[in-house]
C-alpha cells in the first residue's frame, strides 16, 4: 500500500523538524542566558555591596576617629589649661614673696629709716629710686601712719599738700600681716604692689613698691606655664583692655571679644573656664576694685592641639583612599574575570541555538563558572546526542532500526534517477505480513513486536547487497528496494525472502509462522515514477494476498480498465489535489422523520481540478480506493468535516456528521489514531458523527476490517452499513457488526414509487432493521411521494434531493436557517 506524501520526504521532515529543533535550542538558550545573567547580575551585585560596605566602613571610621580627636585634644587642653593655671597661682605667689622680701629690705634700711626721722625729703626719694633701680621695681612710695604719701619715686618736687595714698586696704592688710600685696590699677596700668611696714620697731611709716605688670612678665610667666598669658584691665566707663600678653594681635581681639562683659556697670563675672572659637581659656581675677579690675588669663589654642593630630589625620585619610581604590580596582579586575568567561559562556549559548554543537565550552576554570561551563558542556553533549536521535528517528523505525518510509522513498528516488541515466532497473518489493494481525491481537503487541523484529533480522540476512535497501513502511508493510535488479532477480529475491519467512519464529515458548505476500514492480517495465512504481507494486502485493499466491510481478491485467495509463497519471494528481486542497466538501441533509427536522449531514468530497474541472466521486473514488488514495483523502476529509462539526457545535448548530469510510480505511490501525487525535485537538465527542462503511469493505479481509469497526465503536462512533441491499453480507454477518444504523441503497429508492421489487424491498429492509433494533436511512428520495412512502413505512430518516441537494458550506448554512435547524447542546456528550 503505496500510501506517501510529497512532503513526507527526509529533508521535507528535516525541514518540518528544524522549527522544533530551533524552538528547543532557543529554549536551551534561553536557560543558559538566564543563568549566565544571573551569574553576571550576581557578581555585580557581590562588588558593588564589597565596595559600598567599604566606603561605609571607612567613613564611620574616619568621624568616630574625627571625633575621638577632638575629644581627645579638648580633654589634653583642658588638662593642661588647668596644670598651667596651678603653676600660674604658684608663681605669682613666689614671685609675691620674692616683692615682699626685697620691699622689706628697703623698709629696713638705715638710710631711708634715718632720713625719714629727719624728714629729709630728698634723701628718702633717692634711697627708694636707688632701690627700685636694684630691685627692678617701677615706683616705690613711702607712706606715713596718717596715710599721706611722703615721698615717692616718679613724683616731680614735692611742695604742697601731701596726697592720700591711694590703697589704703593695704596698709589695713599690712598693719595685720605684717605685709600685703595686691595687682591694682595706677593710672590705668596694671601693677603688682607690695606694702611692708617701716618697724623702728613699730611701724613708723609704710612702703609700697609697685611693679609692672607688662608683656615680660606675661612672656616670663607663658615660659613657665606652657600657655599664653594675658593680663587684662577693666575699668567702669572704658571696658575690658588688654595690658600685657603673649598672644599675637589678632587673637588678642578675639581675646577680647570672649571677655566682653554682657550689659552692666559691675565688674563682670569672669567663669574659670572659657571656650573660644578655638581656645580654651582660664581667667582669674588678680585685683578688683570698685570701679576696676585686672585679671590675667591663661589659654591654649584647641585648634593647635587639633593640629597635632592632623598628621595622624592624613595618613587615616591616605589609607582609607588607597583601601577604596584598592577595593575599586580589586572588584572591577574580579568582575572582569567573571564576566570574560561569562560572555564566553553566553557566546557558546548563541553557539548552541545556531545549533554549533561540535565545540565544548571555552577553556574551563576550577570555580564555579568552571563547574557552570561543565554542565553546561554535559547538556551540550546530551542535547547534540538527542537531537541526532530525534533526526535518526525521522528517518528511521525505531522497533526494527530499519529505514523507515521517507528514507526509502528517499533512496528510491535516487536509485530511479541513477537508473534512467544509467538505463539499468531498479526494483521495488512491497510485503505484507499475512496474519499479522491475529499474532498482535491474541499474543499481545510485545509479541507482534518481537516478530516485526525478527522479520527485520530475516530481511537483512537475506539481502546481501549493501545497495539493498529493505524499510519498514508502518504497521505489518515491509519494503526492499533493489537497484540494478531486474524483474527475474527481483523475483528471486522475493523467493528468498519468502523461504526465509518459512522458519519458524520462536517467541516465548510459542512458534509462531511467518507468513508474507510480496508485490514485486520494476522500472521502466512497470512505471518510470517512483510513485507509479510503489502504486504498481502495492497492486501485486494486493493480488498476491488475495490470491494467496506468495509472490506476484506487477501486469497490466491488475490493473481496472479505469486504471488505464491515462488514468494512471491521475494517481499523481489526486495526491496533489489532497495537498494543495483542491478537495472540498459538501453537505447533504438528512431529515429526521420523528422530529421533522434536519438533524444530521454527510460528508461528500468534491474535487474541483485545476484543469478537468468538477470531478464527481463516482470518478475518483473508486480509482482511489484502488491506488490507495483512498488514505489520504479519508484523512482530509476527516480533518475537514471534524473541523466544521466543531465550528457548527461551537455556533449551537447541533448537527451529527456522516463521514464516508472506505475498504482500505479499515485495514490499517491509522485510522482510530486518526479519530483519536481529532477529537482531541477539536475537543469534539464521537457521538457528533456517524461513519458509513459499505458492505463490501468487510469482503477482502473480514478479520481486520471487524477489528477495525470495533475499536471505533469501542470509542463511542455510530457506523451505519452504506448502500445496504448492494452488497452480500449476510445477516450472520451483520448481527456481528457494531452497526447502529442501515442506510437503503438510494437505487431501491428512487423508483419505489413505480417498482413494486423495490417497494418490497425497502419494507423489508426496514422491518429486518427495526428488529434488530438499527434505525433506518432512506437515501436517494427524490420525490414527495416516495417520501410519504417511506413515512408511512415507519422510515426513521431520509436524505434525497427532494430534502436537498449536497450543498458547499456557504449555501447549506443559509439553507438551514430557512429550514429551521436543531439548535442544541454545544457541550460535547459523552
Ligand atoms: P454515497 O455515500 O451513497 O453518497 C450518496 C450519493 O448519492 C451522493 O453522490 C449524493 O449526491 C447522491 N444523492 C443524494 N441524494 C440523491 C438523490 O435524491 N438522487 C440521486 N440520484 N442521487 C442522490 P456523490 O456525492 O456523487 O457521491 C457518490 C459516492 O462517492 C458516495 O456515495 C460515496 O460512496 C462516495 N463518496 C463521496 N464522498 C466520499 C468521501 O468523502 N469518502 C468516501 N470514501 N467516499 C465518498
Ligand atoms: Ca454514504
Ligand atoms: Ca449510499
Not at 19 to 42: E, I, N, T
Not at 86 to 109: C, H, N, P
Not at 616 to 639: H, K, L, N, S, Y
Request: proline share 5%.
Amino acid at each position: 500500500m503505496a500510501a506517501h506524501l510529497p512532503c513526507s520526504s527526509p529533508s521535507c521532515i528535516l525541514q518540518r523538524l528544524s522549527p522544533l529543533l530551533c524552538a528547543a535550542r532557543k529554549a536551551v538558550r534561553g536557560l543558559f542566558a538566564d543563568r549566565v545573567s544571573m551569574a553576571r547580575f550576581v557578581a555585580h551585585q557581590v562588588i558593588v555591596f564589597v565596595a559600598l560596605l567599604l566606603v561605609a566602613i571607612q567613613l564611620v571610621t574616619l568621624v568616630a576617629l574625627n571625633w575621638a580627636v577632638s575629644e581627645n585634644a579638648r580633654e589634653s587642653v583642658r588638662k593642661e589649661v588647668d596644670v598651667g593655671r596651678r603653676i600660674f597661682g604658684r608663681v605669682m605667689e613666689d614671685r609675691t614673696q620674692q616683692l615682699t622680701t626685697a620691699a622689706s629690705v628697703l623698709a629696713s634700711d638705715f638710710g631711708l629709716r634715718q632720713a625719714l626721722m629727719s624728714n629729709d625729703h630728698a634723701t628718702i626719694v633717692s634711697a627708694m629710686a636707688n632701690h627700685a633701680a636694684r630691685i627692678g621695681a617701677a615706683k616705690m612710695m613711702l607712706i606715713g601712719l596718717d596715710r599721706r604719701v611722703i615721698g615717692e619715686t616718679a613724683a616731680q618736687g614735692n611742695q604742697g599738700e601731701r596726697p592720700l595714698f591711694p590703697f589704703p586696704h593695704l596698709i589695713e592688710n599690712a598693719e595685720r600681716k605684717g605685709a600685703a600685696s595686691a595687682i591694682a590699677l595706677i593710672d590705668d596700668a596694671p601693677f603688682q604692689l607690695v606694702v611692708v611696714p617701716v618697724l623702728a620697731p613699730v611701724p613708723v611709716a609704710w612702703v609700697m613698691v609697685a611693679f609692672t605688670v607688662d608683656n615680660k612678665l606675661a612672656q616670663d610667666l607663658s615660659l613657665l606655664t606652657g600657655l599664653d598669658v594675658s593680663f587684662a584691665t577693666w575699668a567702669r566707663g572704658r571696658g575690658w583692655h588688654v595690658a600685657a600678653t603673649t598672644l599675637p594681635p589678632p587673637k588678642t581681639s578675639a581675646l577680647l571679644g570672649a571677655l566682653a562683659p554682657p550689659a552692666g556697670a559691675a565688674v563682670p563675672p569672669i567663669s574659670p573656664d572659657l571656650l573660644g572659637a578655638d581656645f580654651l581659656l582660664s581667667g582669674s581675677v588678680l585685683g578688683r576694685e570698685d570701679n576696676a579690675a585686672v585679671v590675667a588669663i591663661l589659654q591654649s589654642s584647641l585648634g593647635a592641639a587639633i593640629a597635632r593630630f592632623d598628621g595622624l589625620r592624613v595618613i587615616l585619610l591616605a589609607l582609607a583612599a588607597f583601601s577604596l581604590c584598592a577595593t575599586v580596582v580589586g572588584s572591577l579586575l574580579i568582575a572582569r574575570s567573571i564576566s570574560r568567561p561569562v560572555s564566553a559562556l553566553a557566546e557558546f549559548a548563541r553557539r548552541m541555538e545556531r545549533g554549533e554543537y561540535d565545540q565544548g565550552p571555552p577553556a574551563t576554570r576550577s570555580d564555579e563558572l568552571g563547574e557552570l561551563a561543565a554542565s553546561f558542556n554535559r547538556m551540550r553533549l546530551a542535547i547534540a546526542a538527542r537531537e541526532q536521535q530525534i533526526k535518526s528517528m525521522a528517518l528511521q523505525d525505531a522497533l526494527t532500526g530499519l529505514p523507515n518510509r521517507a528514507l526509502f522513498n528517499e533512496r528510491l528516488q535516487q536509485a530511479v534517477g541513477l537508473a534512467r541515466r544509467l538505463a539499468q532497473p531498479v526494483s521495488v518489493l512491497l510485503i505484507d505480513l499475512n496474519r499479522f494481525k491475529e499474532v498482535n491481537d491474541t499474543l499481545g503487541h510485545h509479541v507482534g513486536d518481537r516478530l516485526l523484529c525478527e522479520v527485520a533480522e530475516r530481511l537483512r540476512a537475506v539481502l546481501v547487497r549493501a545497495s539493498d535497501t529493505p524499510a519498514r513502511l508502518g504497521g505489518d508493510e515491509f519494503a526492499v528496494l533493489l537497484p540494478t535488479a531486474s524483474e527475474a532477480m527481483a523475483e528471486a529475491t522475493a523467493r528468498k525472502i519468502l523461504q526465509a519467512f518459512e522458519a519458524p519464529v520462536f517467541v516465548e515458548g510459542r512458534q509462531l509462522d511467518v507468513g508474507g505476500s510480496i508485490g514485486i514492480a520494476t522500472f521502466p517495465d512497470h512505471g518510470d515514477d517512483p510513485n507509479v512504481l510503489m502504486s504498481r507494486a502495492d497492486a501485486a502485493m494486493y493480488v498476491a494476498k488475495r490470491k494467496r499466491m506468495g509472490c506476484a510481478v506487477y501486469d497490466v491485467a491488475f490493473d481496472t480498465e479505469a486504471e488505464s495509463h491515462g488514468r494512471l497519471s491521475l494517481s499523481g494528481e489526486l495526491r496533489q489535489a489532497v495537498d494543495e486542497d483542491q478537495l472540498v466538501l459538501y453537505y447533504q441533509p438528512r431529515l429526521d422523520l420523528a422530529s421533522g427536522r434536519i438533524t444530521g449531514v454527510e460528508a461528500l468530497v468534491r474535487w474541483q481540478h485545476p484543469v478537468r474541472g468538477f470531478v464527481p466521486p463516482d470518478q475518483f473514488i473508486p480509482f482511489a480506493e484502488q491506488t490507495g488514495c483512498i488514505r489520504e483523502i479519508t484523512r482530509w476529509v476527516m480533518g475537514r468535516a471534524f473541523e466544521q462539526c466543531a465550528r457548527w457545535r461551537a455556533a449551537g448548530l447541533a448537527l451529527e456528521v456522516s463521514i464516508n469510510l472506505s475498504a482500505r480505511d479499515l485495514l490499517g490501525p491509522e485510522l482510530p489514531q486518526r479519530c483519536a487525535e481529532l477529537l482531541a485537538s477539536h475537543d469534539a465527542s464521537p457521538q457528533w458523527f456517524r461513519l458509513e462503511i459499505t458492505e463490501s469493505a468487510l469482503i477482502d479481509d473480514p478479520a481486520r476490517a471487524l477489528d477495525t469497526v470495533a475499536r471505533l465503536h469501542e470509542m463511542g462512533f455510530s457506523l451505519s452499513i452504506d448502500d445496504f441491499g448492494t452488497g452480500y453480507s449476510s445477516l450472520a454477518q451483520l448481527k456481528r457488526l457494531p452497526v447502529a444504523e442501515l442506510k437503503i441503497d438510494k437505487s431501491f429508492v428512487i423508483d419505489m414509487a413505480r417498482d413494486p421489487d423495490d417497494m418490497t424491498i425497502v419494507r423489508s429492509v426496514i422491518d429486518l432493521a427495526h428488529n434488530m433494533g438499527l434505525s433506518v436511512v432512506a437515501e436517494g428520495v427524490e420525490t414527495d411521494e416516495v417520501r410519504q412512502l417511506l413515512c408511512a413505512m415507519g422510515c426513521d430518516y431520509l436524505q434525497g434531493y427532494h430534502i436537498c441537494k449536497p450543498l458547499p458550506v456557504t449555501q447549506l448554512e443559509p439553507w438551514l436557517a430557512r429550514r429551521g435547524a436543531p439548535h442544541g447542546t454545544t457541550a460535547k456528550e459523552t
